[in-house]
């Protein structure tokens, strides 16, 4: 095991009192690790915002009448996605991977720790970092760039709530079939494509054909991008609302079944 894992495993041993210190340590372990992996923080804090200038430079070719919103808003609206892809979902299925391919997953069910803590506190300081960005972003667009205050803002924050754990259990499937950490960027892949392009990261579902769109609300980060920008920017009638919460929670009963039944604790041979 190597040295960081070692460390790792000795700050949740330290913890082991109560589930909240177990999270904690676990937590601080893994915010350890995550500020010593430069490529990965460089990812999760810097890559979302290029990507955001992406977008409104790719919406200024797409009629937005249909949707409400001026190419601004849905940038920024599509930058919390993005967020939640690279800090949440890519930033986890490598942690995951990493963690059971160096056996301190493994070792830590040794401990009075159970697998949910496990996965959950390994989970914090992606989360939290994810959290933290979306609210700059928000923040940010409605002090500086003239965008409307949150106007559900139980709606947004219960969407960001369903993508962070949504995006945390699709991690956790995703690291199964990882084979190593080099391999995340190849098994990541497909969820980000059909995200970006389906899910109303790049173009909002409304400039998409009737047909399309229908096909795309089936997606997995469909629903919570409709739920963060309704409670951002409003627009949304209260059955598609609950139409985009529905089909979030699906997803994440889906996600969460697969890693309770398929969840690998020890390194692929």
Do not use: H
Request: with cysteine; proline share 3%.
């Amino acid at each position: 095991m190597s040295a960081e894992g070692t460390a790792e495993l000795d700050t949740a041993r330290a913890g082991t009192t109560t589930v909240a210190g177990r999270l904690g340590a676990l937590g601080r372990a893994e915010f350890t690790l995550l500020v010593r992996n430069r490529t990965a923080l460089f990812a999760a804090l810097f890559i979302p915002a290029a990507v955001i200038a992406t977008i409104k430079s790719s919406l200024g070719q797409i009629d937005l009448d249909r949707t409400g919103m001026n190419a601004v808003e849905a940038a920024l609206s599509g930058g919390i996605g993005m967020v939640l892809i690279m800090a949440v979902y890519a930033n986890l299925a490598s942690a995951y991977t990493a963690r059971r391919e160096e056996l301190v997953l493994k070792r830590l069910r040794t401990i009075e720790v159970s697998d949910r803590e496990i996965l959950a506190g390994t989970a914090l300081p992606a989360v939290a970092l994810a959290f933290a960005q979306s609210a700059v972003l928000i923040a940010a667009g409605v002090a500086f760039l003239g965008i409307r205050a949150p106007r559900q803002p139980v709606v947004l924050i219960g969407g960001l709530l369903a993508g962070l754990v949504l995006l945390t259990a699709l991690a956790a499937v995703t690291s199964t079939f990882t084979r190593t950490v080099e391999s995340v960027q190849l098994t990541t892949m497909p969820l980000f494509m059909i995200s970006v392009v389906g899910s109303g990261l790049f173009v909002p579902l409304e400039a998409l054909p009737e047909r399309i769109a229908s096909l795309c609300e089936l997606l997995p980060m469909t629903g919570v991008m409709t739920l963060i920008r309704a409670g951002w920017l409003g627009g949304v009638e209260g059955y598609d609302l609950m139409g985009a919460a529905l089909g979030a929670l699906a997803w994440t009963v889906l996600a969460v079944f697969a890693v309770e039944r398929w969840f690998r604790w020890e390194p692929r041979r």
